[in-house]
């Protein structure tokens, strides 16, 4: 479906940026049309359903969209979920994620039901774009350890990590920014 887009779009190569579950498809994208990602970047994202798991805690919390759905309690918990800048100062949350509205309960569960059963493992040796991995040294959904995973395995990848949590895109935009500019220029 991406590579159609692309073809009504007119774009024959494209850089692909994928965040968290967001780099699963990234992942997925860069391996089925590999001559269409010029160049992959992997923020806050694993291998999939094989990786090193978040804590229990953390990924209980995510079990469900309440986070989504009521702001007194996403503000209780971000610190614990997604950690970095938001462990010490959880009414950066409103600020971060004012634009993030709810779809609907059917389409969270899909999510995490199609995250289950998808693991690129079995063919992250085969990607030949170059990959920058960004990995964050506090993140509770995403450990550190899968950065280092993926970037051992993708032949052409390199490993940055940034001092912050799950969402640094959003809590460090001018350094995340950076790395990434660097890295496509």
Not at 27 to 49: D, E, N
Not at 54 to 79: F, N, Q
Request: charged share 20%; aromatic share 8%; with cysteine.
């Amino acid at each position: 479906m991406s590579a159609q887009l692309l073809d009504q779009l007119g774009y024959e190569q494209v850089d692909v940026l994928g965040v968290s579950w967001g780099g699963a498809l990234a992942q997925q994208f860069a391996f089925q049309h590999g001559r269409r990602c010029r160049r992959l970047v992997l923020a806050a994202t694993s291998p999939g359903a094989l990786m090193v798991p978040g804590k229990l805690t953390v990924l209980l919390k995510m079990a469900t969209p309440r986070r989504y759905k009521d702001p007194d309690y996403l503000k209780r918990i971000a610190g614990d979920i997604y950690g970095g800048a938001l462990r010490d100062s959880p009414e950066l949350v409103r600020h971060h994620l004012r634009h993030v509205s709810w779809s609907s309960d059917y389409g969270y569960y899909l999510q995490l039901i199609a995250g289950l059963g998808w693991s690129s493992l079995p063919w992250l040796s085969f990607l030949a774009q170059p990959t920058l991995v960004i990995a964050a040294t506090d993140d509770p959904i995403v450990p550190l350890a899968n950065g280092r995973i993926l970037a051992k395995l993708i032949p052409d990848a390199r490993l940055v990590t940034i001092d912050d949590g799950h969402l640094f895109l959003v809590t460090k935009p001018q350094a995340s920014a950076k790395i990434v500019a660097d890295f496509l220029g």
